[in-house]
């Protein structure tokens, strides 16, 4: 099981906007600003997305856009594409021995 | 451009060993924290290991700790993990990333597959 939970599916129609949750604990999302944003195409490695809630690397659209509220991370997709679809998966650090740790990822279906 | 190879992966037996490495390019690596994140098949990321830039602080996965050994040479631009004692549920695409600040990995390389099985 783990540590962060997200939705195992979302879905959306290209142009729309969809939202992608990451809850955790006072221990990570909540109580630390180091969550990001990775997206996984099949057979691919994954892409940085979103860094320090809500950052973003150059070169990463601004279609993509991260916050957080409490407990709760949230990666917002607005103008959905059909190369958006794709797994997405959340990562926090956290006071617990291990530092890091990911959420179990989100299959974001464009239909 | 930052390019990272893994290499090392394939079939072994449950118990054995395999030495996986991870070649950097494109950037200065001996600046850079580096990670190993694992990713069995059909599941997701799941964190490994980190090591510090001059080798001084490492981290496990209570899953891998006391069997697996993250090391690197930055002479050699590489990054390593000594995976003993290995079980069936260790059978993973194994990737390597930088990290390119506190808890963010920015660039991952393409992965190598260990599979477990007798």
């Known amino acids: 099981q783990s540590a962060l939970t997200q939705p195992a599916s979302v879905s959306g129609s290209p142009g729309q906007s969809i939202t992608i949750s990451c809850t955790g604990t006072?221990?990570?999302?909540?109580?630390?600003?180091?969550v990001s944003w990775y997206q996984q195409h099949p057979g691919k490695a994954p892409k940085l997305m979103i860094y320090?809630?809500?950052n973003r690397p150059s070169g990463v659209s601004n279609r993509f856009s991260g916050s957080k509220s409490g407990n709760t991370a949230s990666l917002t997709i607005s103008g959905l594409q059909a190369e958006d679809e794709a797994d997405y998966y959340c990562?926090?650090?956290?006071?617990?021995?291990?530092?890091?740790?990911f959420g179990g990822g989100t299959k974001l279906t464009v239909l | 451009q930052v390019q990272l190879v893994e290499s090392g992966g394939g079939l072994v037996k449950p118990g054995g060993s395999l030495r996986l490495s991870c070649a950097a390019s494109?950037?200065?690596?001996?600046?850079?924290?580096m990670s190993w994140i694992r990713q069995a098949p059909g599941k997701g990321l799941e964190w490994v290991s980190y090591?510090?830039?001059?080798?001084?602080?490492?981290n496990y996965a209570d899953s891998v700790k006391g069997r697996f050994t993250i090391s690197r040479d930055n002479a050699k631009n590489s990054l390593y993990l000594q995976m003993n004692s290995l079980r069936a549920e260790d059978t993973a695409v194994y990737y390597c990333?930088?990290?390119?600040?506190?808890?963010?990995?920015?660039?991952w390389g393409q992965g190598t597959l260990v599979t477990v099985s007798s």
């Open positions: 990562s926090s650090y956290t006071s617990s021995s291990t530092l890091e740790v």
């Open positions: 320090e809630v809500s």
């Open positions: 090591i510090s830039s001059s080798s001084s602080y490492t």
């Open positions: 494109g950037f200065t690596f001996s600046d850079y924290y």
């Open positions: 990333a930088r990290r390119g600040g506190d808890y963010v990995l920015d660039y």
């Open positions: 006072s221990s990570d999302v909540g109580g630390y600003n180091y």
